[in-house]
């Protein structure tokens, strides 16, 4: 496989620390997508789950390390903390190991479209009043993400294909949870709106999208938990969607 080369990347959700990081295809995306400037959209290491039980196989240092070296190798890239890593928000404006803290940024495209990059938990109610039960949900997500490994396992056996969510059917399946992710949307967009910019891109609620509301464009990473999903952007200022393991290609705004 070639590597490809954008303007921009952003990523988010990694949980890295966590067992529900993807970590081997997050070192694959890592591997064969290069670009000059790299957004860490939030919840990049999961301090919440590494408070209940320290978890840090080798691939987790091994992202943090490819990660730095694209650092040291000229990309830049600025960390945009979320819930999940809340803690490094209080260093707003540091620079660590060549990478960049920021709580929120304002990003201008080659086309000269305006995007503020948040991780988006500032736009959950939930998230925001409701902590606790965030963090129960947030174990119970814990628990159909194992669930899924199982899963997972039982579909390779068989020869399907293993890139199966149980999470992200369940979300797309039950009502609330539906109705939950077109809440956060349109909350988001609602409340951005009337500010200077064109969009926004974020991240949180681990449900990629590429779409306009209200003639505001409304851009989600998605995460690498569940969907293993980017946001690119081209050197024409094209933003494309990436699904890493269908290497999918077809969600693109000019």
């Given amino acids: 496989m070639k590597n490809n080369s954008y303007r921009t990347i952003w990523i988010s959700d990694l949980h890295i620390g966590s067992t529900q990081c993807q970590a081997d295809v997050l070192l694959d995306f890592l591997k064969y997508n290069d670009s000059e400037k790299l957004y860490l959209v939030g919840d990049i ?10 978890y840090w196989p080798r691939e ?4 943090i390390q490819k990660i730095l070296r694209k650092a040291r190798r000229g990309t830049h890239i600025i960390y945009i903390p979320g819930n999940h890593d809340e803690n490094v928000r209080d260093y707003d404006s ?5 990478i960049i803290v920021k709580n929120s940024d304002i990003h201008t495209t080659a086309g000269n479209k305006r995007f503020l990059i948040v991780h988006g938990d500032e736009y959950d109610t939930i998230a925001q009043h409701h902590q606790w039960i965030a963090k129960l949900g947030s174990d119970g997500y814990d628990i159909l993400v194992e669930l899924n490994r199982v899963i997972k396992a039982v579909r390779r056996y068989f ?3 293993s890139h199966f969510s149980l999470a992200a059917y369940i979300k797309y399946k039950v009502k609330n949870a539906v109705q939950f992710i077109s809440d956060y949307e349109e909350n988001i967009v609602h409340t951005l709106k009337k500010e200077n910019v064109d969009g926004v891109i974020c991240g949180h609620i681990h449900h990629a999208e590429m779409k306009e509301i209200d003639q505001f464009l409304y851009i989600n990473t998605g995460d690498f938990v569940e969907s293993c999903t980017a946001i690119v952007e081209h050197f024409d200022g094209r933003l494309e969607l990436i699904h890493w393991t269908e290497v999918n290609h077809e969600d693109v705004i000019d």
Wanted: glycine share 10%.
């Fill in 159 to 161: 020869g399907v294909n």
């Fill in 45 to 54: 290491i999961d301090f919440w789950a590494l408070s209940k039980k320290m």
């Fill in 94 to 98: 540091y620079i660590f190991g060549d």
């Fill in 60 to 63: 987790h240092n091994t992202v």
